[in-house]
Protein backbone atom coordinates (compact mmCIF):
# COMPACT_ATOMS: atom_id res chain seq x y z
CA UNK A 1 0.00 0.00 0.00
CA UNK A 2 1.61 3.43 -0.83
CA UNK A 3 -0.07 7.12 -0.27
CA UNK A 4 1.22 9.67 -2.15
CA UNK A 5 0.23 13.49 -1.15
CA UNK A 6 0.79 16.34 -3.81
CA UNK A 7 -0.43 19.87 -4.22
CA UNK A 8 1.13 21.74 -1.27
CA UNK A 9 3.02 25.08 -1.84
CA UNK A 10 3.43 28.26 -0.53
CA UNK A 11 -0.10 30.48 -1.31
CA UNK A 12 -0.90 33.99 0.09
CA UNK A 13 -3.61 34.43 2.90
CA UNK A 14 -6.92 34.14 1.07
CA UNK A 15 -5.71 31.64 -1.70
CA UNK A 16 -6.70 27.92 -2.69
CA UNK A 17 -4.72 25.00 -3.15
CA UNK A 18 -5.97 21.53 -4.18
CA UNK A 19 -4.32 18.59 -2.32
CA UNK A 20 -4.03 15.54 -3.99
CA UNK A 21 -3.54 11.87 -2.48
CA UNK A 22 -2.98 9.52 -4.63
CA UNK A 23 -3.20 5.56 -3.38
CA UNK A 24 -1.98 2.31 -4.66
CA UNK A 25 -2.02 -1.58 -3.71
CA UNK A 26 -5.94 -0.24 -2.06
CA UNK A 27 -9.58 -0.28 -3.17
CA UNK A 28 -10.33 3.28 -1.96
CA UNK A 29 -14.20 2.22 -1.51
CA UNK A 30 -13.45 0.08 1.18
CA UNK A 31 -10.85 2.66 3.08
CA UNK A 32 -11.70 5.68 5.13
CA UNK A 33 -9.29 8.16 4.07
CA UNK A 34 -8.21 10.92 6.13
CA UNK A 35 -6.75 14.48 5.69
CA UNK A 36 -4.47 15.43 8.73
CA UNK A 37 -1.87 17.99 9.19
CA UNK A 38 0.74 19.22 11.86
CA UNK A 39 1.86 22.35 12.32
CA UNK A 40 5.31 23.19 14.14
CA UNK A 41 5.30 22.69 17.59
CA UNK A 42 1.29 21.30 17.64
CA UNK A 43 0.25 18.00 16.95
CA UNK A 44 -1.43 16.01 14.33
CA UNK A 45 -4.91 16.87 14.08
CA UNK A 46 -7.52 15.75 12.09
CA UNK A 47 -8.87 18.02 8.73
CA UNK A 48 -11.22 15.91 6.69
CA UNK A 49 -12.06 12.40 6.04
CA UNK A 50 -14.42 10.79 2.73
CA UNK A 51 -15.61 6.97 3.41
CA UNK A 52 -18.22 5.45 1.72
CA UNK A 53 -20.19 4.80 5.06
CA UNK A 54 -19.93 8.38 6.21
CA UNK A 55 -19.67 10.31 3.45
CA UNK A 56 -17.57 13.06 4.02
CA UNK A 57 -16.73 14.59 7.44
CA UNK A 58 -14.41 17.98 8.80
CA UNK A 59 -12.94 18.45 12.21
CA UNK A 60 -12.58 21.23 13.25
CA UNK A 61 -14.82 24.63 13.38
CA UNK A 62 -12.60 26.88 11.61
CA UNK A 63 -12.24 24.49 8.38
CA UNK A 64 -16.21 24.49 7.84
CA UNK A 65 -16.68 26.03 4.27
CA UNK A 66 -13.46 26.51 3.18
CA UNK A 67 -12.25 22.72 2.74
CA UNK A 68 -14.04 20.31 0.77
CA UNK A 69 -12.90 17.00 -0.15
CA UNK A 70 -13.71 14.51 -2.66
CA UNK A 71 -13.16 11.35 -4.19
CA UNK A 72 -12.60 9.76 -7.63
CA UNK A 73 -12.61 6.13 -7.17
CA UNK A 74 -11.62 5.38 -10.53
CA UNK A 75 -8.24 7.32 -10.20
CA UNK A 76 -8.05 5.83 -6.63
CA UNK A 77 -7.61 9.57 -5.18
CA UNK A 78 -9.15 11.99 -3.13
CA UNK A 79 -8.42 15.45 -3.20
CA UNK A 80 -8.73 18.48 -0.47
CA UNK A 81 -9.82 21.48 -1.68
CA UNK A 82 -9.03 24.38 0.39
CA UNK A 83 -10.44 27.76 0.09
CA UNK A 84 -9.41 31.01 1.67
CA UNK A 85 -6.65 29.94 3.02
CA UNK A 86 -5.25 31.50 6.06
CA UNK A 87 -1.60 31.82 8.29
CA UNK A 88 -2.77 29.19 10.67
CA UNK A 89 -3.53 26.33 8.18
CA UNK A 90 -0.02 25.96 7.47
CA UNK A 91 1.70 22.55 8.37
CA UNK A 92 2.36 19.56 7.13
CA UNK A 93 -0.49 17.37 5.15
CA UNK A 94 -0.79 14.00 5.45
CA UNK A 95 -3.59 11.44 3.88
CA UNK A 96 -4.15 8.26 5.79
CA UNK A 97 -6.30 5.26 5.12
CA UNK A 98 -8.20 3.06 7.63
CA UNK A 99 -8.99 -0.44 6.38
CA UNK A 100 -12.87 0.15 7.35
CA UNK A 101 -14.44 2.56 5.55
CA UNK A 102 -15.93 4.33 8.60
CA UNK A 103 -14.65 7.93 9.37
CA UNK A 104 -12.43 8.97 12.50
CA UNK A 105 -10.11 11.87 13.44
CA UNK A 106 -8.21 9.16 15.58
CA UNK A 107 -5.06 9.22 13.80
CA UNK A 108 -3.43 6.44 16.10
CA UNK A 109 -6.26 3.81 14.18
CA UNK A 110 -4.78 4.35 10.48
CA UNK A 111 -2.49 1.44 9.04
CA UNK A 112 -1.04 3.67 6.25
CA UNK A 113 0.33 6.97 5.68
CA UNK A 114 1.83 9.49 2.90
CA UNK A 115 5.09 11.12 2.62
CA UNK A 116 2.99 14.59 3.22
CA UNK A 117 2.88 17.84 1.36
CA UNK A 118 3.96 21.30 2.88
CA UNK A 119 0.76 24.29 2.73
CA UNK A 120 2.36 27.31 3.51
CA UNK A 121 0.09 30.39 3.46
CA UNK A 122 2.25 33.36 3.95
CA UNK A 123 2.05 36.99 2.65
Known amino acids: VQLVESGGGLVQPGGSLELSCVAS????????ITWFRQAPGKEREGVSC????????YYGHSLKGRFTISRDSAKNTVYLQMNNLKPEDTAVYYC?????????????????WGQGTQVTVSA
Open 96 to 112: AAYPIPRCSDDDSIYDY
Open 25 to 32: GLALDYYA
Open 50 to 57: TSTSDGSR
